[in-house]
């Protein structure tokens, strides 16, 4: 998981479910993954990168943005330049502007440099994505995969290939997700948000079964996870499992008291009976 994440994205709805469990919005894992990009060398370009992520990274995003436009401005045609303006922008929120850096990026790579183009289209997209932009989104993704393939990097290959099914919900087309999500776990079974994405998947496609083996397994990738721990909880209600969904709703609070998914967890276990009733119900 990067360390820059963009804002998330709600995308569908929760189907019923034994008691009113408030809209649920899919885990988006839209990832900037800058430590990928800015691999360790040597060369000035690189080291004013590292610089320039690290003040961002620091959040102050104002002085990000200045050094980074400021920069772009002098070199224009650096991929490194418009790589460090792209992630500023996205952080601010400019997502349209944010792709066009990456976009920029991509243009300014080496041609021959396989990798480095897969890596700035994929921000592109995730950009596109986290601008509304869908059809953009995955026009960007699918090259960047391709690219990635082409580079003969299976494991980017499928981290992209995650961003796909994500934009490929957002278009509401589960099944092309669903082999997307497929193909990711087949190719890097070690990535828990593969897991993670394709057990909210099958959850929400009601194959209750496959949601709990690929959330099992998102958890032994990921066990300090709030997003994974409250998942694992909606899985265990829908399935009957009170005890088990109480424990992981508790398990996501537990985790990150302050984050998103520590409220929800709120919220649905405020809609439980409390366990002290469900035990004196129980008693003859």
Known sequence: MSLMLLSPLAILTMQAAPFELPIQPLPIP????????????????????ATCLATIASGDIAEGLGQS????????????????????????????????????????????NAAALARYGALAGNSAL????????????????????????????????????VALLAAGRKA???SALQYARETN???????????????RMNDLERAQIQIERAA??????????????????LSGREDAARKSWQSAIDLAPQSEEAE?????????APASDISTQDTP
């Open 130 to 165: 986290a601008a509304g932009d869908t059809d953009a989104a995955l026009a960007l993704l699918s090259g960047a995969e391709a690219d990635a393939l082409a580079a003969q990097r299976p494991d980017m290959a499928a981290e992209i290939a995650i961003d796909r099914a």
């Open 30 to 49: 839209r990832r900037d993954r800058t430590e990928q990009i800015a691999q360790p060398t040597e060369d000035a370009a690189s080291r004013r990168l």
């Open 220 to 237: 032994a990738l990921m066990p300090r996870d709030p997003a994974t721990a409250l998942e694992a909880g909606t899985i265990a209600i």
């Open 69 to 112: 436009r400021a920069w772009a401005a002098q070199e224009p045609g650096l991929a490194e330049a418009r790589h460090c303006l792209g992630v500023a922008l996205s952080q601010s929120g400019d997502y349209p502007a944010a792709r066009r850096a990456f976009e920029a990026a991509r243009s300014s790579a080496e041609p021959t």
């Open 176 to 178: 092309e997700a669903a």
């Open 189 to 203: 079974a070690e990535d828990g948000q593969a897991w993670l994405l394709s057990a909210t998947l099958s959850r």
């Open 264 to 272: 929800t967890a709120r919220t649905y276990l405020a809609q439980l």
